[in-house]
């Protein structure tokens, strides 16, 4: 691998920083992250929970969240750079039998891949999350080796372990389209002029569909607002609470700063077109949806009823991207040589983050796509991914549903 080869990333989030570190860890020495903003991560990165849950519905994700959780625990250690993970489990509650019945094939599921997960009484419900309601649950069952982070923090961890190895970051910088000559990269058009590059990688979050418009390319997904809220701090919280999961409500809850973070996949949720929206517009140009958020406290108040009062401190919202199957986009883009794209986190981006850094550094380095790759495929969908509507209406409806039971 030549040490002069120029490889350009796109997008300074928690993916694209992953994707720089990864890079230089394995012996690239000329990695440049280009970022919009000022800051780095401050777009859909910080909007995100930081769930980091290892049950999932495939193999494949199943060992990349197994490799993040690896990754953050030794992070600091070998980086100096703290990730802030919080492993206290997850709780994962039932107000339904047939809630229950899907989470015993859940935990058989979880057991087969060598996850601990086990049910638990309601005792030990009560003294993991004391604020809870138990009366009110069927059961529930309790992975112990998962947890959560703050998302920026994470993001930040990435981007000074690659700056130590040599990775450069340039903020404030616009990138307004592709040079590509005979079905490969040359440069890239940038508010600072043309940068040349043997490799680029697009991870700009929900602007990564517009950026790939620039080498012809229609990616199948859909950005969507997402939310969340965190409450002013209140007595009571044990330092082992973990993330507990209501998924018959389609929420979740986890400790923040002595409150509560508490999030709501609401099930007909809002699109977000960003070719419709100004050049400028930004995450913090989004209306607090408190309407939608109000909801999430009805929801789970009966289980929390500590919520009903507690003033919210604070209101976070972003856009999250799907595809129409709530998997990956992930991977090189069609007639572009030395092109990639990643997208569609379907709100598991700060999770899948340190897998994604990994699978795409191997890809570029070598030229070849990992096999895990294979079930990210952006061409997956064939002709309909060209169906902007299609594309749109599938998307919603995977986030609508996103905690249902399914076969």
């Known amino acids: ?54 049950i999932r519905s495939s193999p494949t994700m199943m060992h990349a969240i197994h490799y993040a959780l690896e990754l953050f625990e030794r992070f600091k250690a070998e980086t100096g750079h703290d990730p ?37 009484s309601h005792a030990e419900m009560q003294r993991l999350a004391p604020a809870m309601d138990v009366s009110k649950l069927k059961g529930g069952f309790f992975v112990a080796g998962d947890g959560f982070l703050d998302p920026r923090q994470c993001a930040l961890a990435y981007a000074g372990a690659a700056r130590d190895l040599g990775v450069k970051i340039e903020l404030g910088v616009q990138v307004t389209g592709l040079q590509i000559d005979k079905g490969r990269l040359c440069s890239i058009e ?19 569909g517009l950026l790939a418009r620039h080498a012809d390319c229609a990616l199948p997904m859909q950005p969507i607002r997402h939310q969340r809220c965190r409450t002013v701090p209140v007595d009571g919280i044990p330092d082992h609470h973990p993330v507990v999961r209501v998924t018959d409500v389609s929420c979740y809850i986890r400790p923040e700063q002595g ?94 983050s340190a897998a994604i850094g990994s699978w795409l550094s191997r890809s570029i380095l070598t030229g070849e796509s990992p096999d895990e790759l294979d079930e990210f495929d952006p061409l997956r969908f064939g002709e309909r991914a060209a169906d902007a509507n299609w594309v749109r209406c599938e998307s919603e409806e995977f986030y609508g549903n996103y905690y249902s039971i399914r076969p």
């Not at 940038?190 to 990564?208: C, Y």
Request: contains cysteine.
């Open 259 to 352: 409150g509560y973070l508490y999030g709501y996949f609401e099930h007909e949720p809002l699109s977000i077109n960003l070719a419709t929206r100004p050049a400028d517009f930004r995450t913090d140009d989004i209306e607090p949806p408190r309407e939608t958020m109000e909801e999430a406290r009805r929801r789970m108040a009966p289980i929390f009823p500590v919520l009903a009062d507690l003033e919210i401190a604070e209101i976070k919202c972003g856009m999250t991207t799907f595809a129409p199957d709530g998997s990956y986009l992930i991977g090189p883009v069609p007639n572009v040589q030395g092109l990639y794209a990643a997208t569609g986190c379907a709100a598991l981006g700060i999770a899948g």
């Open 84 to 120: 802030g993970l919080h492993r206290n489990g997850s709780l994962l509650v039932a107000l339904s039998d047939e809630r229950m019945q899907a989470y015993q094939r859940q935990v058989q599921a979880a057991g087969d891949a060598g996850i601990e997960a086990d049910f638990v």
């Open 190 to 208: 940038t508010s600072n002029g043309p940068i040349v590059a043997d490799d680029a990688v697009l991870t700009a979050g929900p602007w990564t």
């Open 1 to 54: 691998m030549s040490q002069d080869r120029k490889i350009v990333i796109i997008g300074g989030g928690i993916w694209g920083l992953s994707t720089a570190y990864h890079l230089a860890k394995s012996g690239a020495g000329n990695v440049t992250v280009l970022e919009q903003n000022a800051e780095l991560a401050l777009e859909t990165t910080p909007r995100a929970a930081g769930l980091v849950g290892q």
